[in-house]
Each structure stands twice: as C-alpha cells, then as structure tokens.
C-alpha cells in the first residue's frame, strides 16, 4: 500500500521561509518522479515543481528562484524548500508520486503566508 506523508507547514510571515518534505512508503521511491501541486479553495490543483527519477527539476515561473524541490532516495524523501514566500502562496499543498500510468497523492500540509 502506497503512502505519501507531508510534512512541514505553518503559518509564516511574508519573506520567510518553510521547508516541506514527504515521506513515501510502499513503493519504489527512487523509480518515481515527484511533484508537488498547491491548491486553495475554489481554484484547480496548481503544479509548483517536479523532480524526475534521474534527478532533474522543472518548474512553473511562479515558483522558479523561490522554490527548490529535492529528493534523498536513501530517506524515500522528497523536500520542498520555499524562500521568498507571500501571501499568494498559501495554499495546501501536495506531493505527487507519478509512474507511467500509476499516480499517488498524499493528505496534504497546510501553508499559510501572512503577517
């Protein structure tokens, strides 16, 4: 059984910085590539960075030079550091776990960026 824990949110002031990470379980990590999305209510699930099973990174221009995502197969762990946060980045956010046809999501972990 597959499972994505998140892990890291809170309540940050604008500029600051939070560091998410998701913990998987059940599955070859190190065979999927990872994402993660946001979503805030009302609005569609938002792509905010991806890291392939070969270690490359893309990323949406909402989140390049803000947020870095990484991965430690060692650990079944992929990270989400975000720097620079503002209010419009609150969201929930999501990891992803994507291989071929088969894709897994987790709960969710709440940020919200405001004074």
């Known amino acids: 059984q597959v499972q994505l824990v998140e892990s890291g949110g809170g309540l940050v002031q604008p500029g600051g910085s939070l560091r998410l990470s998701c913990a998987a379980s059940?599955?070859?990590?190190?065979?999927?590539?990872m994402r993660w999305y946001r979503q805030t209510p009302g609005k569609q699930r938002e792509w905010v960075a991806h890291?392939?099973?070969?270690?490359?990174?893309h990323y949406p221009d909402s989140a390049k030079g803000r947020f870095t995502i990484s991965r430690e197969n060692a650990k079944n762990t992929v990270y989400l550091q975000m720097n620079s946060l503002r209010p419009e980045d609150t969201a929930a956010y999501y990891c992803?776990?994507?291989?071929?046809?088969?894709?897994?999501w987790g709960q969710g972990t709440q940020v919200t960026v405001s004074s």
């Open positions: 992803n776990a994507i291989r071929g046809s088969r894709a897994y």
């Open positions: 059940g599955m070859m990590f190190s065979n999927y590539a």
């Open positions: 890291i392939g099973s070969d270690g490359i990174t």
